[in-house]
């Protein structure tokens, strides 16, 4: 493997943390020829090129990160693997080798060090070339092909064939394929969960009737900070909020390994004030999920009414520009750290709560390039595809099947939530919360491929075509491998055949798929 990186200033906002800056131009403004170009070196884009490369094809990819694997080395430990018996081929592999390394079969809460290892012994087995810190900048189309990617520091790429393994989805929107962002109304594709979504089991702030103003019970001294003034839509109704995104964090009580919490220098007090209110009431629910992995480790994840989930804060992501995700990555980091520096050390907490926050810690021996904190902000759902298969609620529930499968899903309906706002009682609440669970459910092939009449050589097995509340259960890093796999498999065949990334024969595909250990149907 050869890793390839343009180099970056140190960020101005966290001194440990970045997500982009204007790379330093190739001098040469290199032009790279191969047969397929990969965007992305997470671990779905990790394993469409293995999986590439054990066929005989050449291949790069072009990062945008600095780092190998997304959430899977990112923090995201404590796997969300819903059924893992329908988990197979590269993917179920992953977690093989995973286990190895703790003399087990397999390991599904490893360490983010660990993954990453595993993932760079495979790109150097199998020889594969990442170019670090590339951003896609331009397309260059003939007709409904891409024939190049140009990027931000001039390198160009030419290649047959095209597979957009990132979060995001920059390489299908610059090519020009048709893509959505935000929730459905429940009526575009016959849901139920979709759009608009205040539910009782889940908000948990209507169950404490904490006020929203800054001075309580005055509302013309404004909204405190998080809470969205704009009205609720109807239940159902679509809109273009993004559900919330947070870091996955690697953290112990280990104190030989511990890397104690520290004050990030934007640190505001007022800007925790939902915390300070909810702390007076019976909430003690502060502690959820820090999930217990390997190693005297814990995968933190977000919990409960006010937590590392920085509500609101993620609906430009999508289609903003990389400078702009500069400051939203920042913005992210800003509130995690304050929240949990708030917990560990404000006078007005708890000593019960401020005293075991603080016992916490990032890992000395995890993350070391970024300070403890994890290198991957956790993109739960940004672009997704629209294609002439979408994966809805129906396909979800086991109501309506695809008989085009390239592998399954199995994990709950998944959204965190998306907004606070003030309700008709005057107190604040969350919205968009919703985990239902779901069958173990196929997923079709033209989920990953651009509808007739778009480009005919890009594979989408991430930013996928799938509804809002669909995309929330499809989502998840085992599932994305496995899809990440079919996607390259499908790819020799259309270069074989020399035929669209959309007329790709599923009765030549199926066998194929299978005989690289691919789960096509439910246990």
Not at 183 to 209: A, C, M, P, W
Not at 513 to 518: D, H, R
Request: hydrophobic share 35%; aromatic share 10%.
């Amino acid at each position: 493997m050869r890793i390839v990186t343009t180099q970056f200033p140190e960020p101005e906002i966290h001194p440990n943390l970045y997500y982009y800056r204007t790379p330093t131009p190739f001098p040469s403004r290199p032009v790279i020829t191969t047969d397929v170009c990969i965007y992305g070196a997470t671990a779905a884009g990790v394993v469409a090129a293995i999986a590439l490369r054990k066929r005989g094809r050449s291949v790069v990819i072009i990062n945008p990160s600095r780092f190998v694997g997304g959430m899977t080395s990112g923090g995201l430990s404590y796997t969300d693997t819903g059924v893992q018996a329908v988990i197979g081929g590269l993917s179920r592999e992953f977690y093989r080798e995973c286990g190895s390394h703790y003399g087990k079969s397999e390991e599904f809460k490893f360490e983010p060090h660990v993954a990453e290892r595993v993932l760079l012994e495979w790109l150097v087995e199998h020889q594969v070339t990442v170019y670090h810190a590339q951003f896609v900048d331009k397309v260059e189309m003939k007709g409904q092909v891409i024939k190049r990617v140009i990027c931000t520091s001039g390198m160009t790429v030419d290649a047959k064939a095209f597979i957009d393994c990132s979060y995001e989805g920059d390489l299908m929107a610059r090519a020009g394929v048709k893509y959505t962002v935000g929730r459905e109304s429940n009526s575009v594709y016959n849901e139920t969960i979709n759009g608009v979504q205040v539910r009782d089991k889940h908000q948990f702030l209507s169950n404490y009737k904490i006020d929203p103003y800054i001075v309580e019970g005055n509302p013309a001294s404004g909204l405190l900070p998080g809470i969205d003034p704009a009205p609720l839509g109807a239940t159902g109704s679509g809109d273009s909020r993004v559900q919330a995104y947070n870091f996955r964090m690697c953290m112990t009580q280990f104190a030989p390994n511990r890397r104690p919490i520290k004050k990030p220098v934007s640190y505001n007090k007022a800007d925790y004030a939902l915390v300070t209110r909810l702390l007076k009431t019976n909430y003690n629910e502060w502690f959820g999920k820090f999930d217990p992995i390997v190693m005297n480790k814990v995968d933190h994840n977000n919990h409960g009414a006010v937590s590392t989930d920085f509500i609101g804060g993620s609906d430009r992501w999508p289609d903003a520009t990389y400078a702009e995700r500069e400051v939203i990555f920042q913005r992210h980091v800003a509130w995690q750290a304050g929240w949990y520096w708030y917990l560990a050390t404000e006078g007005d907490v708890p000593d019960q709560i401020s005293l075991r926050m603080s016992g916490y810690g990032m890992c000395l021996d995890e993350f070391p390039r970024t300070g403890g904190w994890s290198h991957q902000l956790y993109v739960r759902e940004a672009r997704r595809m629209v294609s002439d298969a979408v994966l809805t609620e129906r396909e979800c529930r086991g109501t309506r099947v695809f008989r085009d499968s390239i592998g399954m899903g199995s994990y709950n309906m998944d959204s965190h939530n998306c907004r606070r706002f003030v309700d008709a009682s005057g107190f604040v609440r969350n919205e968009g919360d919703v985990q239902v669970g779901v069958k173990p459910y196929p997923v079709s092939y033209r989920c990953i491929v651009p509808r007739t009449g778009y480009c005919t050589n890009i594979w989408v097995p991430v930013a996928l075509s799938a509804s809002h509340i669909a995309f929330g259960s499809v989502r998840m890093e085992p599932v994305f491998m496995v899809l990440a796999e079919s996607a390259a498999i499908a790819v020799d065949i259309a270069l074989d055949k020399g035929t669209p990334a959309q007329a790709v024969s599923y009765s030549a595909l199926r066998p194929r798929l299978a005989a690289a250990g691919q789960v096509l149907q439910g246990p």
